[in-house]
């Protein structure tokens, strides 16, 4: 069965630096894709940025980027200039098929 | 832009007595819907999915039921809660339906039920 984990539970950082979040996956699964997903107080899930597993080049999303390494299993969420507006539960996600596995979350404050 | 309502975030009910929660989208016309449950310590499961009024399809044979009485409101229920039903449940939609692998959802904001 595949597990997702997100070792941070909270992160904090001032406005305007960055941060990353880290997420590392297990799945014996060769095509999958793996997501971010940001979800602000009380509010709906949103979808920040996804990644192919057969892909190398590491997406990018304006000032959200992720760094997959494929081997390691690992899919971590770098937030350049960080902004108040950021500040959510963020969720790491793997998926196979119709079925997500999330990962708990990482509650980021971002400080002014 | 679309928007899309679940509640109440959380639940606390008996074992034996019924459930509703409610699901809504707002911004869009036609969307194709989800539940999903996310047990503790697990994936997210798909429970139904809908592609249009009073379409319903079923992954998991269980204790639940879904409809979909209006086009943009999704309600998940049951006639009588078992402990197994805690979790958290997810509704999601999405422009096209049942999304290929590349493909992520809108999710509201969950419902946490805990049954005792």
């Known amino acids: 069965a595949q597990t997702v984990t997100q070792s941070q539970p909270e992160m904090s950082v001032q406005e305007a630096e960055t941060v990353t979040l880290s997420c590392t996956y297990d799945t014996s699964e060769s095509n999958y894709y793996l997501f971010w997903y940001k979800q602000p107080p009380s509010r709906q899930m949103i979808l920040v940025i996804r990644?192919?597993?057969?892909?190398?080049q590491n997406a990018t999303e304006n000032r959200f980027s992720v760094n997959f390494q494929k081997a390691a299993k690992s899919f971590s969420l770098k937030i350049s200039d960080s902004q108040l507006g950021d500040t959510a539960m963020y969720f790491c996600a793997f998926k196979n098929g119709q079925n997500f596995v999330f990962g708990p979350g990482t509650r980021l404050s971002v400080l002014p | 832009s679309q928007t899309i309502h679940q509640w109440p975030a959380t639940l606390v009910q008996p074992v034996g007595s019924p459930l509703s929660l409610e699901c809504t989208v707002e911004?869009?016309?036609?969307?194709?819907l989800y539940w999903y449950r996310q047990a503790a310590g697990r994936g997210l499961q798909l429970l139904f999915y809908s592609v249009g009024i009073g379409q319903i399809s079923s992954e998991v044979p269980q204790n639940l039921s879904a409809s979909r009485p209006q086009d943009r409101q999704f309600i998940l229920s049951s006639k009588k809660l078992l402990l197994s039903d805690s979790g958290f449940y997810l509704c999601a939609w999405s422009d096209i339906p049942l999304p290929g692998l590349s493909d992520g959802y809108t999710f509201g904001s969950g419902t946490r039920l805990t049954v005792v």
């Open positions: 911004g869009t016309s036609n969307p194709n």
């Open positions: 990644q192919e597993a057969y892909k190398q």
